[in-house]
Each structure stands twice: as structure tokens, then as C-alpha cells.
């Protein structure tokens, strides 16, 4: 069974302060890893997908990473409006390949 | 282009009523998704439809119908809503290859 595991379960950062949140997952054949940006009120806002161990995504301030068994999503100098709740999803390759499976997310709040 | 729209964007049913959430998408996708949304439970795949005329179970399928009535559309009905069922539902749709879009939900309150 596919799982996904995302730490912390919140972060609490001063404004300029950079940081990590973390990914695991346990796959049977990675198609892709999703990151989605989730608004109090709000549907899921696609991020980025990731597809191999190696590859480096970036936007803005945000930059996803993707190993093996994790991936990271690096907040370089957050401000206030990233505040958020991050969310990690992995699509199976093989016969279930349509499922996606979440993590609990991460709630992400900026200070000013 | 409006993307994934969700009908209503509230709800309060009375336990043992019906209800139809109706998603549609205009990105011309082939599949589509409904997801429910709980504290401390992530999202949860309750019903997906790969392209028009199909449908198929997902993790948390019981209590609820789904109609995919055309390319653009797929809805979602309860046919006698329990407290359970109180939850934050998300319409999605992808193009079958790879990312999901999200619609900007439904809040739903059985009592």
C-alpha cells in the first residue's frame, strides 16, 4: 500500500527564516510526486511534480528536491503570504496509476 | 478559463436527506476525481471516472453515487446523508497522465 508521511505537522517561521519540510513516501513504482499549496477555504494549488531521484524544482522562494524515499521542499527567506498548509501526493506507476495518495500536510505560518 | 467549478460552495443537511454536488471542468480533461477532505485524515479518493461512460470505486466509496455525464461534468450524490459524511468535498481532473487540478470545494454539515 502506498503511504506518504510529511513532517513537521507545523512550522512556525520568522519572516527571512529558510527551512525545510519533509516527504516520505513508500511507493511501488514512482510515476510522479506532487507538491500542492493548500489556502484556509481553499482547493489544492498545484506546485510542482517531480518524476526521478535527482530532480530539482523551483518557484519563487520554493524549490522541491526529490530522493528515493523523500522529498523536500525548501523555503528560502518565506514571507507572510506563504503562509499555508503544504501538501505532498505520490501517483503509482502500474494498474492504480489514476490514485493519488496524500500526506496529512505540513501548516506552514510566516511572522512578520 | 474558469478550471474545476464546485456546486454549492455550502451545505447543511438534516441526516437521511439526498444531495447532488455537482463539478465541472472546461481543460478539456478525460479523468475526473472526488475527494473528501477531514481533519487529520488528508485527502481521501471516494469515486473516479477516467473518461466519459466510466467510473470506479475509490478508498472511500460507501454512501455515495457518482454520475459522469459528460466530458465536462461529474457529479457526486448522497443519498441519505449520514453525520459521517460531514466533510469537505473537492472535485479534480487531470488529462489521465498527470496533474490533478483542484475545484475550490464543497463544505458539507449533516446533522
Known amino acids: 500500500e502506498d503511504q506518504v508521511t510529511q513532517s513537521p505537522e507545523a512550522l512556525r517561521l520568522q519572516e527571512g527564516e529558510s527551512s525545510s519540510l519533509n516527504c516520505s513516501y513508500t511507493v511501488s513504482g514512482l510515476r510522479g510526486l506532487f507538491w500542492y499549496r493548500q489556502d484556509p477555504g481553499k482547493g489544492p494549488e498545484f506546485l510542482f511534480t517531480l518524476y526521478s531521484a535527482g530532480e530539482e524544482k523551483e518557484k519563487e522562494r520554493l524549490k522541491a528536491t526529490l530522493t528515493k524515499k523523500e522529498s523536500f521542499l525548501h523555503i528560502t527567506a518565506p514571507k507572510p503570504e506563504d503562509s499555508a498548509t503544504y501538501l505532498c501526493?505520490?501517483?503509482?506507476?502500474?494498474?492504480?496509476?489514476?490514485?493519488?495518495?496524500f500526506g496529512k500536510g505540513t501548516l506552514l505560518t510566516v511572522n512578520p | 478559463n474558469a478550471g474545476v467549478t464546485q456546486t454549492p460552495k455550502f451545505q447543511v443537511l438534516k441526516t437521511g436527506q439526498s444531495m447532488t454536488l455537482q463539478c465541472a471542468q472546461d481543460?478539456?480533461?478525460?479523468?475526473m476525481y472526488w475527494y473528501r477532505q477531514d481533519p487529520g485524515m488528508g485527502l481521501r479518493l471516494i469515486y473516479y471516472?477516467?473518461?466519459?461512460?466510466?467510473?470506479d470505486k475509490g478508498e472511500v466509496p460507501n454512501g455515495y453515487n457518482v454520475s459522469r455525464l459528460n466530458k465536462r461534468e461529474f457529479s457526486l450524490r448522497l443519498e441519505s446523508a449520514a453525520p459521517s459524511q460531514t466533510s469537505v468535498y473537492f472535485c479534480a481532473s487531470d488529462a489521465g497522465t498527470d496533474t490533478q487540478y483542484f475545484g475550490p470545494g464543497t463544505r458539507l454539515t449533516v446533522l
Open positions: 471516472s477516467a473518461s466519459e461512460g466510466t467510473t
Open positions: 501526493a505520490v501517483r503509482a506507476s502500474g494498474g492504480s496509476n489514476y490514485k493519488l495518495t
Open positions: 481543460m478539456n480533461h478525460n479523468s
